[in-house]
Structures are given as structure tokens and as C-alpha cells.
């Protein structure tokens, strides 16, 4: 088994974000109440609920980040007047209270016959007419600093990406995430480095955002070292490392690993973050055979391709995160082949490739 000996350390991040921690629920309770609970939605998922008891105000239950979901959010709060969104929970919740209440959608899903989120698509428009507070309860592709909703309907995933989506406040929930088992901190840091990483090898990507997005990936090989040395994960560091993923995010492309993420995930071999954290290894093996830029990554934190690879290997093999077996349908590799995130990655990707990376016979 590999070792992680040779990662480099850096510096506690905890300072930077520390305004913001909610240490525990009376206090999170505190920080929701300064707000008017009349003109307050509060939208929440299930692993959320305990949060909210004794708070009064509206309250809505996110179940899924769909159209249809919307279209019924929209529909109950038809009526109300409201000036301030809490999004409690991860991406889900985030993605539905920016597609609800920071573009026109109130405006226009109503109007003539509703179509489908295709029809629509090109009349959604950015729209401010609230704050949102946003709450994220797990790491990983750092909703909560990014202008970028994704929404399903019944025949794609749609992103958005609209200026209005970037939070008004972040708070951050300690009692959410001393819920958190081990596996799925690591399993949701692997979402935040493969965002991280991807946006360093981004074509498209600003050269400041390169920048952050290398400092954020050093950091988060940092935080697996110092873990698998021994240390308890520090969750500020870990979320302040997700937020930063999410910010630059924003403003570069991802790859070949989230290609296939987005397609495995929608033929049931594993949820998003799981699936970045069996193909991060493969991919970025692949990546390096022909991008020196995958090689400049790795040398920043002083390790070969082979020593870096190693020290992913271990991560997983420690947290028994093992690839699915992809059986099909034979067109899968196609699909990642044709998914507009394996278009932006940073080496032409070919499908028999794919077929490799998958392990299809
Ligand atoms: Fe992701």
C-alpha cells in the first residue's frame, strides 16, 4: 500500500471563516430568528429537519433539484412576499432555491401552458429579489459560493448560471456535520478535489481561478495527509475548502471525471460524489499520459505521477471505495464520450478510452 508520507503540509485555515461558524443549534436558531420569519422562507432537506424546530415562519421540505419540484415550491409560496431565502442542506436544496427565487422563473412558469424545462429554457433570466443565507450540511462541489443550479427534468440535467446564485451569507452548521461518518467526509472531499482539479486543467479557466483552484487542490491533499496520519478532520477547514471548489467553480469548466459522474449516476451505479471519488485515480492517469499541465499539478506537492497516484489509492482502498461494475447499456461510453463535461477536459477524449477507464469488456 501506498504511503502519504511524502504530501506537503500548510497552514490552518480555520481563522478565515470563523464569523460565520454556527456552533450549535441554539445558536443557529439565533442567527435565523434576526430575520423577519414573515417574509423568511426557510428551504430545508430531511437530514436538516432537527435544525428548525421552534422556529416559526414558512417552511418548505426539498426532496429533489427537478422542474417539477420547482413548479410546486412556486406554486405554495405563489402568494407570500418574501425577501430572504435560508437554503439548509447540500447542493440539492442550494440548486432549487436558486432556480425558484433568483431567476424569473415565478414570473414565467405560470404564464401561457408550462412546458417542459427545454421550452422554458431560454426565457429563464437572472432575478434578484431576495438574499439567500445558504447552509451547506456536507462538502463537496461548494454550492453555496457558486452561480451555477443544476435542475433534472424528465429527459436532461440543465445548469444555470447566473450572477444572482452567488450567496448573500454562508453559515456553516457544526452539529450538521459532527453527523458525518469518516467515509462520507472523505467521499465528499474527493467531489471537492475532483472540482478543484478539473478547474486547474480547465481550457477555459481565468488564470487567477487556476491559481486558487491549485491552492485549494494542495490543501485538500493536505487535509487527506494529515487524516490518514491520524488527525480528526477539522470541518472548517474541510468546508471552507468545499466553498472555495464552488467559487472557482464558477468560473471554469469540469472534465472527463465529471462526464462520467454525471452519466453513472443517472443509470444508478452510485451518487455523484462516490462516483468522483472510484474514477478520480483512473482519470487522472489517464489525464497525465498526455497533459503536462496534470504533471505541473502534481509536482506542486512535491510527488511524481506514480507517488501522487499511489497516495490516492491508499485513501480509497482505506475507505473501501470500489468502482462499480459497468455492465451498460454498450452506449454508456458514448454518452460520456458525448457529455458536454467530457467536452471541456483537458485531453481529447477518445471512447475506447472510456471503455477502459470503466473496465467494460
Ligand atoms: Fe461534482
Not at 24 to 36: E, I, N, P, R
Not at 241 to 263: D, E, K, N, P, W
Request: aromatic share 10%; with cysteine.
Amino acid at each position: 500500500m501506498a504511503s502519504v508520507s511524502s504530501l506537503k503540509s500548510s497552514n490552518n485555515l480555520v481563522p478565515l471563516f470563523s464569523s460565520s461558524w454556527i456552533k450549535d443549534v441554539d445558536c443557529f436558531k439565533k442567527s435565523v430568528l434576526k430575520y423577519d420569519t414573515n417574509s423568511t422562507l426557510i428551504l430545508y432537506s430531511s437530514s436538516t429537519e432537527f435544525l428548525l424546530s421552534d422556529i416559526s415562519g414558512i417552511k418548505i421540505k426539498v426532496k429533489e433539484p427537478t422542474f417539477l419540484e420547482c413548479k410546486s415550491i412556486i406554486k405554495q409560496t405563489e402568494s407570500m412576499t418574501i425577501d430572504t431565502i435560508v437554503a439548509i442542506g447540500g447542493g440539492k436544496v442550494l440548486d432549487v432555491a436558486k432556480f425558484c427565487f433568483f431567476t424569473n422563473l415565478r414570473d414565467v412558469v405560470f404564464s401561457d401552458s408550462i412546458g417542459s424545462l427545454s421550452e422554458l429554457k431560454q426565457t429563464i433570466e437572472s432575478k434578484k429579489t431576495a438574499q439567500l443565507i445558504a447552509c451547506p450540511s456536507l462538502p463537496g462541489a461548494g454550492s453555496e459560493s457558486s452561480k451555477v443550479a443544476v435542475i433534472s427534468d424528465i429527459d436532461s440535467k440543465y445548469p444555470f448560471v447566473f450572477d444572482s446564485f452567488f450567496s448573500d451569507e454562508i453559515l456553516y452548521i457544526a452539529p450538521l456535520y459532527g453527523q458525518l461518518k469518516n467515509r462520507q467526509i472523505v467521499i465528499g472531499l474527493f467531489d471537492v478535489l475532483s472540482h478543484l482539479m478539473e478547474g486547474v486543467l480547465s481550457p477555459i479557466a481565468p488564470f487567477i481561478m487556476k491559481q486558487y483552484a491549485k491552492m485549494g487542490f494542495q490543501m485538500v491533499m493536505d487535509i487527506f495527509k494529515r487524516h490518514m496520519q491520524g488527525e480528526s478532520f477539522n470541518f472548517q477547514d474541510i468546508m471552507v475548502m468545499s466553498s472555495l471548489a464552488g467559487y472557482t467553480q464558477s468560473f471554469t469548466s469540469v472534465g472527463l471525471l465529471h462526464g462520467i459522474s454525471h452519466v453513472l449516476e443517472s443509470h444508478g451505479y452510485g451518487d455523484h460524489a462516490f462516483l468522483n471519488a472510484c474514477y478520480f485515480e483512473p482519470v487522472m492517469k489517464y489525464n497525465s499520459e498526455k497533459s503536462p499541465k496534470v504533471q505541473g499539478l502534481v509536482s506542486a506537492l512535491d510527488q511524481t505521477v506514480d507517488e501522487f497516484l499511489g497516495n490516492i489509492r491508499c485513501i480509497t482502498e482505506r475507505f473501501k471505495i470500489e468502482k462499480p461494475v459497468v455492465n451498460g447499456p454498450d452506449d454508456i461510453s458514448l454518452l460520456i464520450a458525448k457529455d458536454m463535461c467530457t467536452r471541456t477536459n483537458v485531453r481529447l477524449v477518445r471512447q475506447p478510452d472510456i471503455k477502459n477507464i470503466l473496465e467494460i469488456r
